[in-house]
T-cell receptor, first 114, second 117 residues
């Protein structure tokens, strides 16, 4: 499984755009990139997933360069409620065959200030 | 969306007793579920992979006789912490792959806070 590296922490202010970059130099061809958000004493929550280029949903965007050795989670106009730990994971899952385990790195603790 | 229900949300038990944590997939079938533990201010650590109808696969360093996993149906996996000790106090979380999503679309339970006194 590809190992990921993220900044330990980031600070931001309400209304700003926050970009969290994750390095995954050893990503495999069939690996996807997924970001999760976790609040204290809760299970992680899926944010966004991608394989290459750019993916956007209602809460975030995910930018993946051509070499796929890194990815950037972009949170537009953060609010206080976005204060959480964000995890970047890479892994492959062939649903019809072998199952991939998800290994969590240390994550990035985002603190949003008023 | 795919939901995993985990119970109880918190439990306090005495040293030496056993505690069972349940993880149910509510609107989908899960042939595989994963169990994690998380210490305060730390990341999630994968403990074991629960496989429906067969033995669980444990990560290195996790005692299989202490953390009993049963996956008797396609919608239920249980983790039993046997002969609990204070050092087993932790936050336990289960997860399952979301049908139709590739490479990491997993849904997680809300977690169980175990305190052993």
């Amino acid at each position: 499984l590809a190992k990921t590296t993220q900044p330990i922490s980031m600070d931001s202010y309400e209304g700003q755009e926050v970009n969290i970059t994750c390095s995954h130099n050893n990503i495999a061809t069939n690996d996807y990139i997924t970001w999760y958000q976790q609040f204290p004493s809760q299970g992680p929550r899926f944010i966004i997933q991608g394989y290459k280029t750019k993916v956007t949903n209602e809460v975030a965007s995910l930018f993946i360069p051509a070499d796929r050795k890194s990815s950037t989670l972009s949170l537009p106009r953060v609010s206080l409620s976005d204060t959480a730990v964000y995890y970047c994971l890479v892994g492959a899952l062939n649903y019809g065959g072998s199952q991939g385990n998800l290994i969590f790195g240390k994550g990035t603790k985002l603190s949003v200030k008023p | 969306g795919a939901v995993v229900s985990q119970h109880p949300s918190r439990v306090i038990c005495k040293s030496g007793t056993s505690v069972k944590i349940e993880c149910r997939s509510l609107d989908f079938q899960a042939t595989t579920m994963f169990w994690y533990r998380q210490f305060p201010k730390k990341s999630l650590m994968l403990m074991a992979t629960s496989n429906e109808g067969s033995k669980a696969t444990y990560e290195q360093g996790v005692e299989k006789d202490k953390f009993l996993i049963n996956h008797a149906s396609l919608t239920l996996s249980t983790l039993t912490v046997t002969s609990a000790h204070p050092e087993d106090s932790s936050f336990y979380i289960c997860s399952a792959p979301v049908p139709g999503q590739n490479g990491g679309g997993y849904t997680f339970g809300s977690g169980t806070r175990l305190t052993v006194v």
